[in-house]
């Protein structure tokens, strides 16, 4: 599975954005898709998951409320829009997919698409 991440950019605080996950090579179907970010600096860190086939969702607590990931079937994408952005939600975001059916948040996923920029100033 080969993994696209677009849709980053510069916004101010309280705007929005929305990323895109795009795999090619084979359907999402079967797989959890997770957004994961890394600043500089720091670790990389969990930020929302969707199982393909159940729709169960997943998000990490500083999101929950402001961001909402979905898919596409009919384009095999999935989508995080971010709403009510913070200058503490720049960095750089990753998409990443896996088989697992569980432990989303645990970054051990197969593939990992390259990253894109997100940058909220204040």
């Known amino acids: 599975v080969q993994l696209q991440a677009s849709g980053g950019g510069l916004v101010q605080a309280g705007e929005s954005l929305r990323l895109s996950c795009a795999a090619s090579?084979?359907?999402?179907?079967?797989?959890?898709v997770g957004w994961f970010r890394q600043a500089p600096g720091k670790e990389r860190e969990f930020v929302a998951a969707?199982?393909?086939?159940?729709?169960?969702?997943d998000y990490a607590d500083s999101v929950k409320g402001r961001f909402a990931i979905s898919r596409d079937v009919a384009k095999n994408t999935v989508y995080l829009q971010m709403n009510s952005l913070k200058p503490e939600d720049t960095a750089v975001y990753y998409c990443?997919?896996?088989?697992?059916?569980?432990?989303?948040?645990?970054?051990?996923?197969?593939?990992w698409g390259q990253g894109t920029q997100v940058t909220v100033s204040s």
């Open positions: 990443a997919a896996d088989q697992k059916r569980g432990d989303y948040a645990n970054p051990l996923y197969a593939y």
């Open positions: 090579g084979r359907s999402f179907s079967g797989y959890a």
């Open positions: 969707i199982r393909w086939n159940s729709y169960s969702t």
